[in-house]
């Protein structure tokens, strides 16, 4: 009786402990599929809309001097991106996006897809609509997203220190009210203004070479002696004399 009674106990023990372990399991899945969940591994030659979100992420880690296309085409540049991310987190860097690839995505990301160390809110002080720019709000949306992402490969590769964003997207109200060019990359949502904190002007400036931006402006560079500003213009230009860029 009392052996057949402790079996019993064992079994419920053991029946909570399964439960447990599935909710648990559950609860991670869905963490991931609350943003987005690949559902494929891929490597060169791979096309479509997960490769896309691929890009996105990995966006951060094209090589000094280049810039990732978001383009859905996974080919020597996609791959290269993805063996410098796997690289700068400890995996094996095979350029091949499988399982550990895409779970150390899902760490970093929330569940509006934004990395974990930054946020809508923080790339958006004017408005919380993303409207009245140069482009859609969605674009503009869309444009600091993929902003953020570079953000979090900078922060990374300095030592994962705060990065202090201060200033994103501006609506042509928000941009005439602080004195902004007519021109401005916070028009589009594809810009970041960097305060110093950890690290100064010159060091962001210089490690942003590294992480996608073909925009750096900062310390030298004619009303950017307190900030350093990074964007995605269609084609090079860094100045940041002071800092020798």
Known sequence: MLRRTARLLLSIVMLAAIGFAGTAATAGAARADSCYTWPRTLSQGASGSDVAQLQIRVAGYPGTG???AIDGSYGPATAAAVRRFQAAYGLAADGVAGSATFGKIYQLQDGDCTPSHFSYAELNRC????????VSAATARSNALRTMWKLEAL???LGDQPIRVTSGFRSKTCNSAVGGASNSRHLYGDAADLGSGPHSLCTLARAARNHGFNGILGPGYPGHGDHTHLDHRASRYWSASACGI
């Open 155 to 157: 922060r990374h590769a």
């Open 127 to 134: 408005n919380s609509t993303w409207s009245g720019g140069a």
């Open 66 to 68: 280049a810039v990732l």
